[in-house]
């Protein structure tokens, strides 16, 4: 496979990920200001744009975190600006893709404008939500599982890893309390797996040891850093040691077993630390499949990656 299109290809992965979780985050956040009566707005504002490595000033009202994460097309940051990244990449990389997730891609990004107009941001975020779960759908039911499979896939598991942690990072948002584990895990769309797995009623190390470890639910973090480290393997067999696919192998294999061999009760006295870490582990993997397979020329850049 030529590197611009494996490259165009990891980054539809991300995009479509992260304009998903971005939608995620928003709602749960929107909620704390509405439901929290001494909530610090500003600070809030202000922490949450921090976490997604946003910058801002000391007063950022509602409506400046809606247009930097939610609406603005010219802001990287934004739904509006991935999902239109992640449409571009799917444009460069038409051969490819089924017509189907092209398709999906394109209407998407022709109805954004719309879309994201309307003046209750829970329809939009529901709607991105919606959008996002069509085209995973649709690469799921008309995409051979061939490295054009194993790039999307890759993409898609570390941009989740990364965006679940910093949801997971909100328990912490200054001024705020920050939202309860049974909203993290509704938000995450977890909580009816969670009951069915636990078989109780939520608890702070319960929860939080579901996001972080479980190993059959498909949006903790430990499963999609497995997931990685399982995929980059089949688009590269007979890894010789300290290649750069092994390194970035390495550092998410690192982070994950640094969240399985840790009591739950050490990670969530050191959350946002802990988190951080694994920020950086899927930085450093990126960087390395990066300079192992796509043009060094047309690398896409990110900057909430600079963790």
Known sequence: MLSRIAESLFWIGRYVERADNTARLLDVHLNVLLEDPWVDEPAANASLLAVMHVKAGSRVSREEVLSALGTDPKLASSITGTMGAARDNARRAREVISTEVWESLNTTYMQLGSRSRTPRPHDFFLWVRERA????GLHSATTSRDDAWHFMEVGRSLERADMIARMLMMRSLEGT???????????????????????????????????????????SIAYNLDKVETTLALIEPGLARNSLTDQARLALGRARTN???QSIEDILGDLPVQMQH??????????????????????????????
Not at 133 to 136: C, G, I
């Open 259 to 261: 969240l399985e061999y």
């Open 177 to 219: 309390t920050g939202p309860n584990w049974t909203t993290l895990l509704r938000s995450c769309s977890a909580h009816e797996a969670y009951l069915r797995t636990v078989r109780s009623l939520v608890t702070e190390e319960r929860a939080a040891e579901f996001l972080l470890i479980d190993r059959l639910f498909p949006r």
């Open 133 to 136: 779960a069509v085209v995973w």
């Open 278 to 307: 694994v920020q950086r582990a899927c930085a450093t993997a990126s960087d390395l499949i990066r300079d192992r397979f796509f043009l060094p020329a047309s690398s896409v850049l990110w900057s909430q990656e600079a963790v």
